[in-house]
């Protein structure tokens, strides 16, 4: 099992591959959609109860907290479709930074308020230098052509997001979170599932759609959740949620070099302050003895 010293940094990996959601969305062809991706994305999570199967890492269903994974099923079904929607009207940077950018603030109070977790002076500082950053990535120095309906999808999702995250970490506490991960995925994805029904998800066929699709489902899911999941296990959730604005920032990068999003003036500040309150809140993470 991983320390206390190597959680934040399975979080920081996962983080970084979330990332890539959005680029992987505006790079898939023609006819692709924020409510099929959200789907390919939720079955993807669904492998890992196959995952955890084969390594015996399960419980029995009926042992996990029913009002949790409830919670939990629905604040992922809800956050997906309204991240990609979200992105597919701002652009990736902007949607990403959005999404996760609310985060930490929002986690940290349900974190208190649900679990009682406490919130340092070093987390208000972090999460205070990095929303600074996120701010500037969003406007840029100029917020004029925003548009309002993609800032409220992405604000959206950045509240089912530490949601999910503040039912996660309860359920992880007496199962494997891998198993309950693809647990919660799997039911999202049957949430979701009738998106497919009313949606054309025939751009999968595809050799450009097949090659989004799977990275996806195996690469920017299965596999980030697998490191998160991990890393969540081990760090506190206020905490966790300041870790992931990495996300933002790799999907700001991406957006700038891959798919020549334009970068304003406040793009490159942003970046610094995102990545300065990382550093921040890591000093704190360091001084904390790795638990037993």
Excluded: C, H, N
């Excluded at 789907?39 to 669904?46: C, F, H, K, L, T």
């Amino acid at each position: 099992m991983a320390s206390d010293r190597f959680g934040p940094l399975l979080v920081l990996a996962a983080a970084a591959l979330w990332g890539t959601t959005g680029t992987a969305q505006a790079l898939g062809p023609d006819g692709i959609t924020p409510e099929t991706v959200s789907v390919i994305r939720m079955a993807g999570g669904a492998t890992l109860v196959a995952y955890a199967l084969a390594r015996r890492r399960t419980v029995p269903l009926r042992s996990l907290p029913r009002p949790a994974l409830i919670v939990a099923i629905a604040a992922m079904a809800a956050s997906q479709p309204l991240f990609f929607a979200g992105v597919d009207r701002t652009g990736v940077a902007i949607g990403t930074v959005l999404t996760i950018g609310s985060g930490p603030i929002i986690a940290g109070l349900m974190a208190r308020v649900v679990r009682g977790e406490p919130l340092t002076r070093r987390w208000f500082a972090a999460t205070v230098i990095a929303l600074a950053g996120v701010l500037l990535l969003v406007s840029g120095g100029d917020a004029a052509g925003v548009d309002p309906a993609g800032v409220g999808f992405a604000l959206a999702s950045g509240i089912a997001w530490p949601t999910y995250l503040v039912s996660a970490k309860a359920l992880f506490e007496d199962a494997p979170p891998v198993f309950v991960v693809g647990v919660v995925f799997t039911g999202a994805a049957i949430v979701l599932s009738p998106f497919l029904v009313l949606s054309d998800p025939s751009w999968v066929a595809s050799g450009r759609g097949l090659a989004v699709a799977l990275w996806l489902a195996l690469v920017a899911t299965a596999v980030s959740y697998v490191a998160f999941s991990t890393g969540l296990r081990r760090t506190a959730v206020a905490a966790t949620a300041t870790f992931t604005l990495a996300e933002p920032v790799t999907a700001s990068v991406l957006g700038v070099t891959v798919l020549d999003e334009p970068f304003l003036p406040g793009t490159g500040l942003g970046i610094a302050l995102v990545v300065l309150g990382l550093l921040v809140l890591s000093i704190e993470r360091r001084a904390v003895p790795p638990g037993p």
